[in-house]
């Protein structure tokens, strides 16, 4: 009975870690360290490719200055 409670007790605390593991990868670096994997990309962000969690990996535009020279 102790072994089946320790089990029962193991499982729901690895089901628990599941959601924190994934919240942390939301935000990784990818796109050679250029972008960031989001669950869905901001308004001004491109998707260039997709994350291994499967999020879309997002992209800000470069900011292009016009000098004259």
């Known amino acids: ?12 605390f690895l089901y628990q870690d599941t959601p924190v593991r994934s919240e942390l990868e939301r935000d990784r670096i990818c796109g050679y360290g250029t972008a960031r994997c989001r669950r ?19 992209l800000k535009p470069w ?3 016009q000098t004259a020279h």
């Open 1 to 12: 009975m102790r072994i089946l409670v320790l089990l029962v007790a193991i499982s729901l």
């Open 40 to 58: 869905k990309c901001k308004i001004q962000e491109h998707r260039i490719g997709r994350c291994p969690n499967t999020y879309p990996c997002c």
């Open 63 to 65: 900011e292009c200055e």
